[in-house]
């Protein structure tokens, strides 16, 4: 364990250091959450976005997210990338189970929606579980357009609805 | 007569623009024209046959020529022109006073109230030929149903004087929208067809899509987010009482319409990420996949006679048109315009489908026969989407979506010329609207 914790930990930082590296505060805070030494580094509070188990890490420094072209289900690099950062995470806190959610941009019918989003929260699921995870700690739900997280009515906006989110459950209890 | 010739013209001129078969050729010359007028009524307020009937008795004339006045195919003169004085419903009208503010047809009434019972009578006018216009009607009820009477003595006018069914006594189910874009709260509603006594049937504390009447309008099918997936229930609208249909593990399900028999619901569900048509018997709950590709297949409508199904598929690679056997089976695309169209439905007198069309970056609401002849878009706009047609296959209610920060849904009507556009009247937004059939 503690071994894939610290190798993950480097990928997290790398994966941070090229999405948003001021998220905590500056590389500094990152550099201290990765002491090597092991175990809690020093000054992490636990199930804070510094501590690598949490569900806050996932979110802000793994991604929780990947994103989709217009009218399409299928990885783009960036998301492939997210999400192998995910599956490994996930390999590493198997408390975790995960409710990915498939979305779609407001461009298009309710109906086509829905069954858009089933696409594109499949297409994450299915890639989790060519990475390793087992298809048995996932499941999907789709939002089509009922959850836009922007709300302009440009492409702007639009790209960052057009979204699969893996959201976390468990962990706390078991 | 002449009264009535004309507003016969006005009528085959509505049915004209739908593509039907033109069956009297100085109609086809209206059309092409363009003359089309607005016939111009009269309601005078009704007589008030007891003393408690007073207030009841202006109600029910508001109420009548809103009705018709809402349709388009007529154009109510204002009681401010009237000459004439009408306070008795068995006094010979005086067609002169009527004729001299260009009133076409005249509607007059009484109504009595005893206790909690009302009794209603009228009678239409063709006020140029100075004649009845069918036999005087009368409709007892109780006071709390006095808008449905107004709506039947309406719907019994525009159908004497139209040839066509009504459908101002029904109702439409919907989605009542508050709250931003992104935080946006959802409920069940159901109102008469013209916005007024809403009820809620649901709360918003989960995500509800999407409800469809029962062929006899006492049922409701939906999708609700409220097991944290998608699933359709179906709702009795006079208990509130509601069931899931649909709840495999693993699977979500949407998109659901009730079969014309009320036995059968129709509807998508999605597993592994692929979307298909499946039918479901309501009473043993075992289903029957229709459709079986890699596309998505989704708002599938069945045809009023209950034999074939339109819905909307991408297989092609763009979503479009497809109708098939209610079995399932080959299907054949009817949809070949530019652009996407999704949302079919099937018209109640089964010569249309309305559906929505997503073009050049508007949306539109259009018609097109059932082999997808003669598509006729009817509206424009930002974001308009699924359509639902009146009882009488005439008048189209959809929503329509505003566009950024603060974009906010409502529903629109649109009789199926085009030319006749309105909001329909909700307390909060609305969206995802069901015209039920004719109330009983």
């Known amino acids: 364990m503690k071994i894939l914790t610290v190798s993950l930990l480097v990928a997290a930082v790398a994966l941070s250091a090229c999405t948003n590296p001021n998220r905590f505060g500056g590389d500094d805070a990152m550099a201290g959450s990765g002491n090597p030494t092991g175990g809690q580094p020093l000054g992490v509070v636990p199930g804070s976005a510094n501590d690598p188990n949490s569900t806050a890490f996932f979110n802000q420094t793994v991604g929780d997210r990947v994103l989709f072209e217009v009218d399409q289900s299928s990885l783009t690099m960036a998301g492939r990338t997210t999400l192998d950062g995910q599956a490994s995470w996930l390999l590493a806190n198997t408390d975790y189970q995960a409710v990915i959610e498939g979305h779609a941009d407001e461009q298009g019918t309710r109906e086509y929606n829905l069954a858009l989003g089933a696409r594109r929260a499949n297409a994450a699921q299915e890639y989790l579980v060519s990475r390793g995870v087992p298809a048995n700690r996932l499941r999907v739900v789709s939002y089509g357009k009922e959850r836009p997280i922007e709300i302009c009515s440009n492409e702007a906006c639009y790209a960052k609805n057009r979204r699969a989110v893996t959201v976390l459950a468990g962990g706390l209890t078991s | ?440």
């Open chain 2, 1 to 440: 007569m002449k009264t009535l010739r004309i507003c016969l013209a006005l009528v085959c001129a509505v049915m004209m623009a739908t593509g039907a078969q033109a069956q009297q050729g100085p109609l086809r010359i209206t059309i092409e024209e363009g003359i089309i007028q607005p016939l111009p009524f009269a309601v005078p307020d009704f007589q008030a046959e007891t003393g408690e009937a007073g207030q009841l008795a202006a109600d029910l004339a508001r109420v009548i020529a809103a009705d018709l006045q809402g349709t388009g195919v007529f154009r109510e003169i204002p009681s401010s022109a009237f000459i004439a004085n009408y306070s008795d419903f068995n006094a010979p009208v005086s067609f002169p006073d009527w004729k001299a503010i260009n009133a076409q047809a005249l509607v007059t009434g009484a109504v009595a109230v005893s206790g909690n019972n009302v009794n209603v009578k009228f009678r239409v006018y063709d006020v140029v030929s100075g004649t009845n216009l069918g036999e005087g009607l009368q409709f007892s009820g109780t006071t709390d149903g006095w808008r449905r009477m107004a709506h039947k003595v309406a719907d019994e006018v525009y159908s004497r004087i139209t040839g066509e069914g009504g459908y101002f006594d029904s109702r439409v189910v919907f989605v009542s929208e508050t709250g931003p874009k992104d935080d946006r709260k959802k409920r069940l509603a159901i109102m008469d067809y013209d916005g007024a006594n809403v009820r809620y049937l649901t709360d918003s504390s989960a995500i509800v899509l999407a409800p469809r009447f029962s062929p006899t309008g006492d049922r409701v099918l939906y999708t609700s987010y409220e097991s944290g997936f998608p699933r359709i229930y179906v709702l009795d609208v006079g208990s509130v009482q509601r069931r899931v249909l649909q709840s495999a593990e693993g699977t979500m399900s949407f998109a659901p319409r009730f079969s014309p028999s009320g036995n059968t619901v129709v509807f998508s569900l999605s597993q592994g990420g692929n979307t298909d048509i499946y039918t479901m018997d309501i009473a043993s709950g075992q289903s029957v996949r229709l459709t079986n590709t890699p596309a998505i297949e989704t708002a599938p409508s069945f045809s009023p006679d209950g034999s074939q199904i339109v819905f909307e598929s991408d297989r092609s690679g763009s979503p479009q048109l497809y109708i098939m056997s209610a079995a399932g089976g080959e299907a054949r695309r009817i949809s070949f315009g530019e652009g996407r169209y999704g949302t079919p439905v099937w018209s109640p007198r089964g010569d249309l489908v309305a559906f929505t069309k997503q073009n050049a970056g508007r949306f539109h609401i259009g018609v097109m026969r059932t082999d997808g002849s003669e598509e006729r878009l009817l509206t424009a706009s930002f974001l308009d989407e699924g359509p639902t047609w009146a009882p009488n296959g005439r008048v189209i209610i959809f929503t329509r979506e505003t566009q950024g920060e603060g974009g906010a849904s409502s529903l629109y009507s649109v009789d199926i010329t085009g030319r006749v556009l309105r909001q329909v009247n909700t307390p909060e937004g609305g969206s995802d609207p069901s015209w039920s059939p004719l109330q009983q």
